[in-house]
């Protein structure tokens, strides 16, 4: 859940598995593991603006972001 540019609180997504997320180092991205058409994915979704992005569609056992949140490593 966050605040929206409106003030309203709105769903980042759907409920996540527990300790499948991370968010990086600036506090501005955040990766976990989604359903995206029935295929558990790994995603980025950006904090604010709230645009998702796809990282992965094969299955993760692991991923977490570089020291300075540049890349994701899965």
């Not at 180092?25 to 295929?39: C, K, P, S, T």
Request: charged share 20%.
């Amino acid at each position: 859940m966050a605040y929206g540019a409106d003030g309203e609180v709105r769903p980042l997504a759907g409920p996540v598995p527990a300790g499948r997320f991370t968010v990086d180092a600036e506090g501005r991205r955040l990766a976990f593991v989604d359903v995206v058409q029935e295929i558990p994915c790994l995603i980025v979704l950006d904090l604010v603006s709230g645009e998702r992005t796809v990282a992965a569609t094969e299955p993760v056992a692991g991923f977490f972001w570089s020291p300075v949140g540049h890349r994701l490593a899965a």
